[in-house]
């Protein structure tokens, strides 16, 4: 079975910085694009950024482009979002997803979320 | 950019077919998927590329795209089903991943 476990949220001032991880198995990691989607308290879904299975090619929503950063490690299956300058309009839970493309990304799956809190 | 529109609430009662829709311009030429989001839950694939359903999810749960309109159908409608509805796309034109505001459905 897929599975998808992130990590590394929790509590930090505005302009700090917060790096999430999420671990994966069940599915050929280096083969499959990964993305990073946020859900601010009582709102809906936002796309965060997407990596590509090798990592070279990256993509980022307008609100957090230059601030954070997508990366993935394949040789432990691992995606990161390092966080940095956070703004408190970057609340949210946190979610890792696998992506397919065929002419148009889906995510087939998701995980638990981890929660991110930016407040003094 | 594109933009992918959804209204805020649906509601039909139970054992009815309930409607879902999806808007933006020429979005019939855009893949939708839809995704289903429980309270607490993590969302859900239920629908790609406009009407596939993954094989977890029951054949009561369909779609369909055309125009500017792109429609998440659930027939026989049961308690289960009420949750947040999201639909998605991709917008090469931006290399964005689109997400409309959620649709609301309510069980009678």
């Known amino acids: 079975d897929v599975q998808l476990l992130e990590s590394g949220g929790g509590l930090v001032q505005p302009g700090g910085s917060l790096r999430l991880s999420c671990a994966a198995s069940g599915f050929t990691f280096s083969s499959s694009a990964l993305t990073w989607v946020r859900q601010a308290p009582g709102k809906g879904l936002e796309w965060v950024s997407l990596?590509?299975?090798?990592?070279?090619?990256?993509y980022y929503a307008d609100s957090v482009k230059g601030r954070f950063t997508i990366s993935r490690d394949n040789s432990k299956n691992m995606l990161s979002l390092q966080m940095n300058s956070l703004r408190a309009e970057d609340t949210a839970v946190y979610y890792c997803?696998?992506?397919?493309?065929?002419?148009?990304?889906?995510?087939?799956?998701w995980g638990q979320g981890t929660l991110v809190t930016v407040s003094s | 950019s594109f933009v992918v529109t959804q209204p805020p609430s649906v509601s039909v009662a139970p054992g009815k077919t309930a409607r879902i829709t999806c808007g933006g311009n020429n979005i019939g030429s855009k893949s939708v998927h839809w995704y289903q989001q429980k309270p607490g839950q993590a969302p859900v694939l239920v629908i790609y590329?406009?009407?596939d359903r993954p094989s977890r999810i029951p054949e009561r749960f369909s779609g369909s795209n055309s125009g500017n309109t792109a429609t998440l159908a659930i027939s026989r409608v049961e308690a289960g089903d009420e949750a947040d509805y999201y639909c998605?796309?991709?917008?090469?034109?931006?290399?964005?991943?689109?997400f409309g505001g959620g649709t609301k459905l309510t069980v009678l």
């Open positions: 590329y406009d009407g």
């Open positions: 997803t696998k992506a397919v493309y065929s002419g148009s990304w889906h995510l087939d799956y």
């Open positions: 990596i590509s299975g090798s990592g070279g090619s990256t």
């Open positions: 998605q796309v991709w917008d090469s034109g931006s290399d964005h991943v689109l």
